[in-house]
């Protein structure tokens, strides 16, 4: 991401708009295409477009509710805004479809060894 960060604003239940913010001071997203040519950057931009999700667990709420707690992600971004260094390259405004799971971790903190005079968790 290049020094870039992304949001995703819920809008209703298990969807959410997604927002490129918090780009480092000169810094964008950068794709490179194979042979180095043409790159793509991709700069901060307003919410756009919608990621919706769905609970992956089939034991939710059930005795089996220890089993996977994933998420799957699907986003349909339209409107995506780069610039384009590279002879041949469109230039303008792209979009994107794709899935993505998210998996979810109980943090059951952490415990402190001390061995051999050696400290870790």
Known sequence: MNGCKYKLHGTAELTAQLQI???TAGKKIEIIAAGG?????????EPF??????????????????QTKDVEAK???SGLTYTRDGALCPQGSASFEGTTT??????????LVTENGHQYE
Do not use: M
């Not at 040519?37 to 931009?45: K, M, V, Y």
């Not at 477009?49 to 220890?66: H, L």
């Open 102 to 111: 998210i998996r979810a971790y109980e943090d059951e903190g952490f415990t």
């Open 37 to 45: 040519t043409p790159t793509f950057t991709i700069g901060e931009q």
């Open 21 to 23: 913010v918090g780009c």
């Open 75 to 77: 986003a349909t971004l």
């Open 49 to 66: 477009s919608r990621v919706v999700f769905e609970n992956k667990n089939p034991g939710s709420g059930k005795e089996d509710e220890a």
